[in-house]
T-cell receptor, first 111, second 114 residues
Framework: KQEVTQIPAALSVPEGENLVLNCSFT??????LQWFRQDPGKGLTSLLL?????REQTSGRLNASLDKSSGRSTLYIAASQPGDSATYLC??????????FGDGTTLTVKP | NAGVTQTPKFQVLKTGQSMTLQCAQD?????MSWYRQDPGMGLRLIHY???????DQGEVPNGYNVSRSTTEDFPLRLLSAAPSQTSVYFC?????????????FGAGTRLSVL
């Protein structure tokens, strides 16, 4: 059974700092790894999707990497802003049509 | 383009009542799924569908039924509500298999069972 772990559970940084969020998974047979953002009381918004054949994906100030051999993915946020404050979740998906989510990292960026 | 629409946004039920959570998508997506989100337990898959007429169980299917008579709609039925079903429910859709496609989420239904 796939298990996904995100550490730390919460992170607070000053504005402008670069930061890395971590995601670990136990089953390397994932087909993709997706990072989401969730604002309080809202649904999930997809940020980046990394296919199993890819090593990383970039969108603006966000960069996500995937290392299947070590069972790890990271989300790098450059020059953080208060508007980046949210909970970030990662999810590994199998070809069978199932996703397993981590519990998320709650990020607070202080002005 | 509304994306994934969930209704209602909030619901309070008494133990033993039944209800249907509605989910509709207008993106012609084949794959749809239901999750519940509980503090400290992340999102857990309840049921999913890879196309009209096809459904399958996820991680926590007990107490829930689904059907997929059209591509657009994927309702979730609570047969006899229990306090343990108090949660936030999310519906999601994807163009094809999760192997290659982004999941799009609705805004959620917040359910309390008293």
């Amino acid at each position: 059974k796939q298990e996904v772990t995100q550490i730390p559970a919460a992170l607070s940084v000053p504005e402008g700092e670069n930061l890395v969020l971590n995601c670990s998974f136990t089953d390397s047979a994932i087909y993709n790894l997706q990072w989401f953002r969730q604002d309080p009381g809202k649904g999930l918004t997809s940020l980046l999707l990394i296919q199993s054949s890819q090593r990383e994906q970039t969108s603006g100030r966000l960069n996500a990497s995937l290392d299947k051999s070590s069972g790890r993915s990271t989300l790098y946020i450059a020059a953080s802003q208060p508007g980046d404050s949210a909970t970030y979740l990662c999810a590994g998906s199998t070809n069978a049509g199932k996703s397993t989510f981590g519990d998320g990292t709650t990020l607070t960026v202080k002005p | 383009n509304a994306g994934v629409t969930q209704t209602p946004k909030f619901q309070v039920l008494k133990t033993g009542q039944s209800m249907t959570l509605q989910c509709a998508q207008d993106m012609n997506h084949e794959y749809m799924s239901w999750y519940r989100q509980d503090p400290g337990m992340g999102l857990r898959l309840i049921h999913y569908s890879v196309g009209a007429g096809i459904t399958d169980q996820g991680e926590v299917p007990n107490g829930y039924n689904v059907s997929r008579s059209t591509t657009e709609d994927f309702p979730l039925r609570l047969l006899s509500a229990a306090p343990s079903q108090t949660s936030v429910y999310f519906c999601a859709s994807s163009r094809g298999t999760l192997a290659k496609n982004i999941q799009y989420f609705g805004a959620g239904t917040r359910l309390s069972v008293l």
